[in-house]
């Protein structure tokens, strides 16, 4: 599985050998999360968010590999990048159904998607989820509330995370 995976890593490297990559991940025969990821990855960086997103029922479906942080994370900003609000609403159920812990990386990605999405509302429900907080993270709502217009919710933002004690950057 770690050479098959090098392997997938340097095919999708370059966006011309995305078939070969998709190959040899159809002829693995055994994949783990690593190799979905990476697969998903090759796809989203060549465009192709279809096939990106149709890996993942794939992966549920094969029941021994679940996803990881890393999995949700591409996916999400895969939505965020695309405005696709519905899949990005789904990956986030499948992320409390699993009982993923929300770290930072899976708290920037949720509350990115949303904002993307322009569902603030949702956005701040995630920023106050948990109490773990960072400069990308009340960055990402600052730009969020910006970029839908709100400046004075993005001062406040901005207050709030220097009340908070993260310093700018």
């Not at 599985?1 to 999708?12: D, I, K, Q, T």
């Amino acid at each position: 599985p770690v050479l098959a995976c090098s392997l997938l890593a340097f095919y999708s490297a370059a966006r011309s050998d995305l078939p070969a990559a998709a190959s040899l991940f159809d002829e693995m025969p055994r994949r783990d999360a690593v190799a979905y990821t990476a697969m998903m990855s090759a796809f989203i960086r060549a465009g192709d968010w279809a096939r990106a997103l149709a890996l993942y029922p794939r992966m549920l479906a094969a029941g021994d590999a679940p996803p990881t942080e890393h999995t949700f994370a591409n996916l999400l900003a895969l939505c965020a990048s695309r405005q696709l609000c519905c899949h990005g609403r789904q990956l986030h159920a499948q992320l409390l159904r699993w009982g993923a812990d929300l770290n930072l990386v899976l708290k920037t990605a949720l509350l990115h998607m949303y904002s993307s999405c322009g569902f603030m509302d949702h956005a701040h429900a995630v920023l106050c989820s948990t109490p773990d907080t960072d400069v990308v993270l009340w960055t990402a709502m600052i730009a969020g509330y910006s970029r839908a217009g709100d400046l004075q919710a993005a001062l406040r933002m901005f207050r709030h995370m220097e009340q908070a004690g993260v310093l700018p950057s």
